[in-house]
């Protein structure tokens, strides 16, 4: 299948781009720049001039593919404006056509979940920077001939990047590491590895309309994270009094300490996915972010 994939130069989508062509797919991959594209390169993707922004050069590269994964993101404030704009522009020009089309979300979707554990059958309550999400993943899901997937990511780890950096960088720029809230805020991680071959799984032979979780069984605090990246940095750890830490790092500081338990049983019984990463806590304390030190 030729496949093209949005934020093939990025972190999730590398790992995606890369499962893809392991399992012998034709992968395309956006890209914005020379960098980028001798990115794609060098990984065995060919490269396609395409902007988040200009969602009409998505368009493009999803009408010249026989299957679309959105996985590009900017990850900042414009993301409530260029994700939905790339996604339905995406779905316009590949409507009627049965083509596949995987759209990333993510389990932030759900909002704290405290003790109740998380399903694809729970009712979203979106955290309010993910409030437009669930919106496309409706215009995805429903789209007239196309053969629509969801996926919601947990918290992305592994090869010493994603969201754990943020405590990295703590302790790079201010010699210690601090969590927001009390640090009893749970995770639901997964590894970046099993989470492209959940990409893989859904574009081969997701059925339309579904929407999956994909998030390891494993439970870890904010706490446990900062503490076990503190120790590899070698400087202090800190809780953060949550409204100190939004006035520093805005509501981004809110959704790191969000508490959630989220599973993915549908991923695991339609798709017959099982995660076989290295856990959170053992990448932290003896892998790929401990070899950081």
């Known amino acids: 299948m030729r ?40 990984i065995g993707v060919q490269p396609v001039q395409a902007d988040l922004a200009d969602p009409e050069t998505f368009a493009r590269a999803a009408r010249e593919a026989d299957g679309v994964i959105q996985a590009a993101s900017t990850a900042d404030a414009s993301s409530s404006t260029n994700e939905p704009a790339a996604a339905y522009a995406i779905l316009a020009a590949i409507a009627g056509s049965g083509k596949p089309f995987v759209l990333t979300s993510g389990i932030w979707v759900y909002g704290p979940t405290g003790d109740r554990v998380a399903t694809e059958e729970t009712p979203v309550a979106p955290f309010m920077m993910v409030a437009w999400r669930p919106a496309v993943e409706q215009a995805a899901t429903g789209a007239s001939g196309v053969r629509g997937i969801v996926i919601r990511p947990g918290l992305v780890y592994g090869h010493g990047g994603g969201i754990p950096n943020v405590f990295f960088g703590q302790a790079k720029q201010f010699g210690k590491v601090r969590v927001p809230g009390d640090g009893e805020s749970r995770w639901a991680p997964v590894h970046v590895d099993d989470l492209a071959t959940l990409y893989a799984l859904a574009i081969e032979k997701a059925p339309a309309g579904i929407i999956v979780n994909g998030t390891s069984d494993e439970v870890v605090t904010v706490g446990d994270v900062g503490r076990a990246i503190a120790k590899t940095a070698g400087v202090p750890f800190e809780t953060w009094p949550l409204e100190e830490a939004t006035k520093a790092m805005g509501p981004f500081a809110a959704a790191l300490a969000l508490d959630q338990i989220v599973q993915s049983p549908r991923a695991r019984a339609v798709l017959g996915w099982t995660p076989k990463a290295v856990s959170l806590r053992d990448d932290l304390e003896r892998g790929s972010y401990a070899k950081r030190a």
């Open 3 to 42: 496949i093209f994939v949005g934020g093939a130069s990025g972190y999730i989508g590398s790992a995606v781009a890369k499962a893809l062509l392991e399992r012998g797919h034709h992968v395309t991959g956006a890209a914005r720049s020379t960098a980028a594209s001798d990115k794609l390169k060098a």
